[in-house]
């Protein structure tokens, strides 16, 4: 097997081996069933139910949360999308190829794999309890 084969092979090697979606838990602590919305430009509009395993596409972008209780406050927080380490490996094996692989995959990125996302119960509120 020649050596550009080889190369070709080992491009995109967050791709291969890291994947381009991921698992992500999410839970609103203290409050059950709180009905939360994610969005990005990558993954459009997902609605859970807490707590939550949800599998994301990997992407450049951060997913918005938002979850709604009756009787809570709206809880708000970002799942962060941050650089996956893997790909600096690739640079050095599969270059500019196996980046530009990564990159459009959304394997060079990776999310926060428990997120937790802060309701308060509203005091005057007579509605069910958690």
Same mark, same amino acid.
């Given at each position: 097997?020649g050596?550009g084969?080889?190369?070709?092979?080992l491009?995109?090697? *967050?791709?291969?081996?890291?994947?381009t !979606?991921?698992?992500?838990?999410l839970? #609103?602590? &203290?409050?059950e069933?709180a +009905?939360?919305?994610?969005?990005?430009?990558?993954i459009?509009t997902i609605?859970?139910?807490?707590?939550?395993?949800?599998?994301?596409?990997? *992407?450049?972008?951060s997913?918005?949360? !938002?979850?709604r209780?009756?009787?809570y #406050?709206? &809880?708000?927080g970002?799942i +962060?999308?941050t650089?996956e380490?893997?790909?600096?490996?690739?640079?050095?094996i599969g270059?500019?190829?196996?980046?530009a692989?990564?990159a *459009?995959?959304?394997a060079?990125?990776?999310?926060d794999p428990h997120?937790?996302?802060?309701m308060?119960?509203?005091?005057?509120?007579?509605g069910?309890?958690?």
């Amino acid at each position: 097997m020649g050596t550009g084969i080889c190369v070709a092979l080992l491009a995109g090697c *967050s791709t291969l081996t890291t994947g381009t !979606t991921q698992p992500v838990s999410l839970v #609103t602590p &203290g409050v059950e069933q709180a +009905n939360c919305e994610l969005s990005s430009p990558e993954i459009g509009t997902i609605n859970v139910v807490t707590p939550a395993n949800v599998m994301l596409s990997r *992407s450049q972008h951060s997913v918005q949360v !938002t979850c709604r209780k009756e009787c809570y #406050t709206e &809880g708000r927080g970002l799942i +962060n999308s941050t650089f996956e380490e893997m790909t600096a490996g690739n640079i050095l094996i599969g270059g500019v190829v196996g980046v530009a692989v990564d990159a *459009s995959s959304g394997a060079m990125n990776k999310y926060d794999p428990h997120v937790q996302i802060a309701m308060n119960r509203v005091a005057a509120c007579k509605g069910k309890r958690a």
